[in-house]
């Protein structure tokens, strides 16, 4: 009977080292699914990222265009304005600087009238 128990241990060791030899190998195995998965994941993260980054390519690439052509009439409509100002100032400088000196230079001095009131009420 010793020699059964034995035996029937000895079969039940082997049992339990294949179902941890089982076991490991399920462990591997779902190790290197997950591996699998994550670099097929970057995989299609970076596919997309390169999709993205070539739709933004395009699309700053059509836009660029319309930026380019509003900066240019914006510079044309400047540059006629400030030749429209500076026209202005070469037609009437002449005439300002004649108006400042005449108002300047060609003064009549007379007394303010609230000081001709004073001088007044004081004399009668």
Same mark, same amino acid.
């Given at each position: ?42 995989? &299609?993260?970076? &596919?997309?990222?390169?999709?993205? &980054? ?5 699309? &700053?690439?059509?836009?660029?265009? !319309? ?6 009439? !914006? #510079? ?17 400088? #002449?005439?300002? !600087? ?27």
């Amino acid at each position: 009977m010793a020699a059964q128990n034995s035996q029937g241990i000895q079969t039940l060791l082997e049992a339990e080292k294949e179902a941890a030899k089982i076991v490991q190998q399920s462990r591997q195995y779902r190790l290197q699914r997950l591996k699998d998965a994550r670099l097929e994941a970057s995989k &299609e993260i970076e &596919e997309y990222r390169q999709a993205k &980054e070539a739709e933004f390519k395009s699309f &700053e690439a059509s836009h660029a265009g !319309v930026t380019s052509n509003a900066q240019a009439a !914006v #510079d044309k409509e400047t540059s006629i304005k400030l030749q429209a100002i500076t026209d202005a100032y070469e037609a009437n400088k #002449d005439a300002v !600087v004649k108006k400042l000196l005449d108002r300047v230079l060609l003064i009549q001095p007379e007394l303010h009238r609230n000081l001709k009131r004073a001088g007044g009420a004081e004399s009668q």
